[in-house]
């Protein structure tokens, strides 16, 4: 009976080998990476596909369908890919070659070597939860890893919306907020926290957020949104934003600067009991200007004072954000673009209404009137009753964005 030894000679005299000069010039052909995971996840033959050795024969035909391919076997070290090669050319592969002195020799030539994107053991146990769910996997924590969130306001809102993202590792997460973390924040911004009073909330944020998940890379703009500085914030590129504005000229300025740079909104506000949430994506779905086209003069405003909001309700709010942005994110599930979410905290109910974009919009309409950046003058917000968010867009004036009454700040 045939040892090892002989039985590697015997395959190797019946298979077609290649140096890794000759196989890099053989531009068409597909290079096929025999090795196991952990020697694949150190680096691979750039454009290679992976079929760990013992699934060869089982994932092959439906890998490569063409028996005619040029296909080019790989291993550490030319043993494993001779074998596989045999293999190959029994199953009826006619065009397979094995690459003499495999991967290693590949490297000692100096060619160029491709490092696979692949979660450390610290990120599988991390993320566990997400790799269990096929609708999001490895592939799609690796999206939430490479993807980038802006949010606006590091405030009520902002809070649980953050926290969600960044436990979720969403891998950039940008935060603009001027205001600094005041007493009165406390009862609903659970990202800050007493011994953080004075302290600017995006710093106060990047804290929290860094303290929970080393993944994420904060990006904190300690000023507030304006004409000035919202090309520069928006032009670093975003894959999605979270409004969590708690002023009218913030959220009018993050819409249109969201049309012009086609990034998707998550909108949310929050008033005493009741909340909305929707998503606003350009193009495919209505703008918050198509249902409400201008915010109200700030003469009919009424009192500041009447503004107040149940702690938790925000939390709720933002956390609907995280859920639609995250889906937004990993493309799957069905966001709430088109449809406005109304919750009622008293009540426990949740309706929605849909709504529509708006071919006579301003912004994103057919012959748009607005095509440069409006500073409103910041007013208070009123207490504009739940039916006023008109689904038709007819409403004289949009809901207050949150009930922080005279917050100078973007965080609801
Ligand atoms: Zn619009």
Not at 101 to 108: A, C, E, L, Q, Y
Not at 276 to 303: D, I, M, N
Not at 351 to 365: A, S, W
Request: a negative charge; glycine letters at 10%.
């Amino acid at each position: 009976m045939a040892g090892y030894r002989e039985l590697l000679q015997q395959v190797k005299s019946e298979i077609d080998e290649i140096a890794a000069s000759e196989a890099r010039e053989r531009s068409d052909a597909l290079f096929l990476d025999v090795r196991e995971q952990d020697e694949w996840d150190e680096g691979t033959v750039p454009g290679a596909v992976h079929v760990p050795r013992g699934q060869l024969e089982s994932r092959i035909e439906g890998l490569v369908p063409d028996r005619a391919r040029e296909l080019v076997v790989y291993c550490a070290g030319g043993s494993r890919s001779a074998f596989a090669a045999k293999s190959l050319a029994d199953l009826g592969y006619e065009n397979v070659v094995s690459l003499a002195g495999g991967f290693t020799d590949w490297k000692r030539n100096g060619f160029e070597v491709a490092t696979p994107q692949t979660l450390s053991p610290e990120q599988r146990a991390r993320y566990s939860r997400h790799l269990l769910i096929p609708e999001v996997g490895e592939g799609g924590q690796q999206k939430l890893l490479a993807s980038r969130v802006l949010l606006i306001g590091a405030g009520g809102l902002g809070s649980p919306a953050a926290l969600y993202l960044a436990a979720a590792g969403v891998g950039t997460l940008g935060i603009v907020d001027a205001d600094v973390v005041d007493d009165s924040n406390l009862q609903r911004q659970i990202i800050h926290s007493t011994e953080r009073i004075g302290e600017a909330k995006v710093l106060s944020a990047k804290r929290t957020i860094e303290a929970l998940n080393p993944d994420v890379e904060v990006k904190a703009y300690e000023e507030r949104l304006t004409s000035e500085n919202v090309e520069r914030i928006l032009g670093e590129g975003w894959d999605a934003i979270v409004d969590g504005a708690d002023n009218f000229p913030t959220r009018y300025l993050v819409n249109d600067a969201s049309v012009w740079h086609d990034i998707p909104v998550v909108h949310g506000s929050i008033y005493r009991f009741e909340g909305q949430a929707t998503v606003f994506k350009p193009r495919e779905g209505p703008c918050y200007r198509c249902l409400f086209p201008q915010p109200p003069p700030p003469e009919l405003a009424p009192s500041c004072a009447e503004g107040g909001v149940l702690g938790v309700l925000p939390g709720i709010v933002g956390s609907l954000q995280a859920n639609e942005t995250l889906k937004l994110l990993l493309g799957i599930g069905d966001t709430l673009q088109g449809r406005l979410l109304l919750i009622d905290a008293l009540a426990t109910s949740f309706d929605e209404v849909t709504v529509k974009r708006d071919p006579g919009c301003p912004v994103c309409g057919e012959h748009p009137t607005i095509t440069d950046y409006i500073d409103y003058v910041e007013f208070c917000a009123s207490a504009t009753p739940r039916s006023a968010a008109a689904p038709a867009g007819r409403s004289p004036a949009p809901p207050p964005p949150d009930g922080a009454p005279g917050s100078r700040g973007t965080g609801a």
